[in-house]
């Protein structure tokens, strides 16, 4: 086997579409591939076989006014720009689809001079897999793209719904807040005032406590601190906070005044206030809007 013979054989093993065309585009030979993928898409046999201008081809499909008139068009550009040594390589991609599937090529143009001669190799090659691997990449990136969108207007709305709740609960703390402190201690402190027997005494001061609890929202950050109160002092705390003067305090909690300074003594020290001039009550209602 001569080296002309071997370099043919080894030229059509290939599958990549092979062309040597001349300094004017006329096809001088092709291997294989070429004239294969020629026959199987019913190609003009002008349109493929040795002796064609290929750029005239490039010309006729540019005609076409579609995304492959303009790459073939590109193409030929390239291919003459590699002839006159303007470019010493041209690589592009372009679609080269069918009526039954989408297919695209890469094509690659390099010079190659013999006897002072210019000419060029054109190969095709088929890319189909990586374009569509990349489409469907791309498609995921949107489908992804898309449930993030999703994600961020769900989010968005769980955080003003969060937020509505978090007012709808101030809003309502304060309303129980008002109108037990304004509608129902009053009375309640007026019927400890009067004639009870030790019984219903003892029952309206539990009513008394609790709802003095209830309405308390300031207990909840006296907790947090971590202050380790007792009920009696988190109870004191509450009437010092309500404006009530230790004799006031004494009356509603049956201790005596000097038990109610004391525990106000054990307020300030745990609150830190010892040995300062800040008001008790000022301070506790600074609490209560934390």
């Not at 539990?206 to 947090?224: E, G, K, Q, V």
């Amino acid at each position: 086997m001569g080296t002309s013979d071997l370099y043919r054989e080894v030229v059509n093993s290939i599958s990549a579409h092979v062309a040597i065309i001349d300094e004017k585009g006329i096809i001088l030979e092709t291997n294989r591939a070429w004239d294969q993928f020629a026959n199987d898409n019913e190609m003009q046999e002008s349109f493929q076989s040795v002796g064609t201008n290929y750029l005239n081809i490039c010309q006729l499909a540019s005609g076409e006014r579609s995304e492959e008139a303009a790459e073939a068009n590109k193409v030929a550009r390239g291919i003459r720009a590699v002839l006159t040594g303007k470019l010493p390589e041209f690589m592009t991609h372009y679609p080269c689809h069918s009526p039954a599937q989408k297919r695209w090529f890469i094509v690659r143009v390099v010079p190659l001079r013999e006897e002072q001669r210019a000419k060029a190799i054109v190969t095709h090659e088929n890319i189909t897999p990586i374009m569509e691997m990349q489409e469907a990449l791309r498609e995921k990136e949107l489908e992804l793209l898309q449930q993030r969108e999703k994600l961020e207007e769900t989010n968005t709305a769980l955080r003003v719904l969060l937020r509505q709740r978090d007012e709808d609960r101030t809003r309502l703390e304060e309303t129980v807040y008002n109108n037990v402190d304004r509608l129902v201690l009053p009375y309640i402190e007026k019927l400890l005032q009067g004639r009870l027997s030790d019984k219903h005494r003892t029952l309206a001061e539990i009513a008394d406590n609790n709802l003095r609890d209830i309405i308390s929202p300031f207990l909840r950050t006296l907790s947090s601190l971590g202050l380790l109160l007792t009920p009696q002092e988190i109870e004191v705390a509450n009437l010092v906070r309500n404006g009530r003067s230790s004799k006031e305090i004494a009356d509603i909690m049956a201790l005596s005044v000097a038990g109610v300074d004391f525990h106000r003594k054990r307020l300030r020290q745990k609150l830190g206030l010892a040995n300062t001039k800040k008001n008790l009550r000022s301070f506790l209602l600074t609490l209560e809007s934390k």
